[in-house]
Structures are given as structure tokens and as C-alpha cells.
Nanobody, 114 residues
Framework: VQLQASGGGSVQPGQSLRLSCAAS????????VGWYRRAPGKQRRLVGSTTSSGRTNVVESLQGRFIISRDNAKNTVDLQMNSLKPEDTAVYFC?????????WGQGTLVTVSS
């Protein structure tokens, strides 16, 4: 499956951004879709995910600010990011697993700075 992440950009602290991960296949066929981020000088880390059951999850440290949603009609998994902080600056990636095969999108850069 091919993934295309979009929606990144430069924002000021406190603002919001919505990232979208578009899949080349029906997301209902994907066992797992996850959003990850890699901050400058750090390892890539999980932000949140959704499974084929429709359940979504955001890591505890980002709950209350980040929301993952899925649109089966558009084959997208979105990441809504609110109240952004400078420490949210990172390249954001989406990942999908289907029948044991993992695929990564190209990443989209989010910069939070005043």
C-alpha cells in the first residue's frame, strides 16, 4: 500500500494543524494505521493509531491535544493537532500494516515556532 502524508506547515504555539494520511487502498483493509513523529535529533516515536476495528488511540502524553480520526470513504486517517507546542516540531509519518507488510509514507514537516 502507498501512503501520502500531507498538511504539515509552520505555525505558532497554540495554533492547530490537521495532517492527513491518504492510502492507495481501502483503509478498512488495513490492519493498522499509525502516526509517528521524529523530532530533530530524536528517534521516531508513536503518536497514535487506528486499527481495522475502527478503534483509535493516542499516546497518553498527547491525549487531550491530538485526535486521530478515520474516513473510510476517503481512505484517509487524519491527525488533528491542537494547542501546538514548540516540542511538537517534527517530521510526521504515517505507517500502515496490511497482511504483515509494513508501509511508510514520506513524512510531512511540522514546525511550531513563535
Amino acid at each position: 500500500v502507498q501512503l501520502q502524508a500531507s498538511g504539515g506547515g509552520s505555525v505558532q504555539p497554540g495554533q492547530s494543524l490537521r495532517l492527513s494520511c491518504a492510502a492507495s487502498t481501502s483503509i478498512s483493509r488495513l490492519n493498522y494505521v499509525g502516526w509517528y513523529r521524529r523530532a530533530p535529533g530524536k528517534q521516531r516515536r508513536l503518536v497514535g493509531s487506528t486499527t481495522s476495528s475502527g478503534r483509535t488511540n493516542v499516546v497518553e502524553s498527547l491525549q487531550g491535544r491530538f485526535i486521530i480520526s478515520r474516513d473510510n470513504a476517503k481512505n484517509t486517517v487524519d491527525l488533528q493537532m491542537n494547542s501546538l507546542k514548540p516540542e511538537d516540531t517534527a517530521v510526521y509519518f504515517c505507517n500502515a500494516v496490511s497482511d504483515g507488510v509494513s508501509s511508510w509514507g514520506q513524512g510531512t514537516l511540522v514546525t511550531v515556532s513563535s
